[in-house]
């Protein structure tokens, strides 16, 4: 097959139109922006929702949902914030759509140069802090106390929290399914329980540490599998400045 060539011609070209660059500046093409970790748990009420809506305008209902956070991310880098704006705009898409429901959420931002975690809770399972220095596991609150689950109340507000970290810490996030499974007998096992598994399993390198926690889980519970959904979130601090 013969190789197509090309012609260029020294004529005028004609009349020519600028047009505005549409590709991103290359700052933006070049650095990779921080991401954050967040959980996001719905009823199943609430999944219905975005899933019809979703198909009406025929996109995954995964990036509704997403799209709704990250909309309000750009506006703000405070978490108690960005949850207290997320929940007045989902309120008012439920209030439109003449339905109720709610979602819970658990938001963290990890500063490396301050070395700090700053987070904020929607009456969602609160994360866990692994010491790799103490080998420990701590809850991410503020006192234990915890915001609303989102959708309820329009005017519901959420505040923000910070706890420092260091270098190795790595940082939890997971839904209830995770803890709440049975074992043969019918004994629960409760979220002081997983508190304890990841403890025991600290020092374990990221990879070899999450398969630990959820083989112990299954070891209590006799199964394989969970009742309900699990999502589990890690996020590792590599180094602080």
């Known amino acids: 097959m013969k190789k197509p060539t090309v012609k260029y011609s020294k004529g005028e070209i004609g009349r020519v139109r ?50 709704l956070v990250e909309e309000h991310a750009q506006a703000t880098t405070d978490p108690g914030e960005l949850l207290t704006r997320v929940n007045r705009a989902l309120s008012v898409i439920l209030k439109q759509a003449k339905t109720t429901m709610f979602a819970t959420c658990f938001y963290v931002v990890a500063d490396v140069e301050a070395a700090q975690l700053r987070f904020a809770n929607a009456a969602h399972p609160s ?18 106390c915890t915001g609303l689950a989102m959708g309820l109340l329009p005017a519901a507000s959420y505040t923000t929290s910070t706890r420092s970290m260091a270098e190795g810490d790595l940082v939890m996030l997971f839904t209830d399914g995770l803890f709440e499974v049975e074992s043969p007998s019918g004994e629960l096992f409760t979220q002081e329980q997983l508190q304890n598994t990841v403890s025991r399993h600290a020092t374990l390198p990221p990879e070899e540490f999450f398969k630990s926690v959820i083989g112990e889980i299954r070891q209590f519970s006799e199964r394989e599998s969970f009742d309900d959904d699990v999502c589990i979130v890690g996020m590792h601090i590599q180094h602080t400045e």
Do not use: C, W
């Not at 219905?48 to 995954?60: E, I, L, M, N």
């Not at 994360?127 to 234990?144: E, M, Q």
């Open 18 to 67: 600028i047009v505005e660059d549409f590709l991103p500046s290359p700052d933006r093409l070049v650095l990779r922006e921080d991401n954050v970790k967040v959980t996001l748990s719905l009823s199943q009420r609430s999944v219905a929702f975005f899933k019809r809506a979703a198909r009406q305008r025929r996109v995954p209902y995964q990036r509704m949902i997403r799209a």
């Open 127 to 144: 994360a866990l802090h692994i010491r790799r220095g103490s080998a420990s596991a701590d809850k991410l609150h503020d006192n234990g």
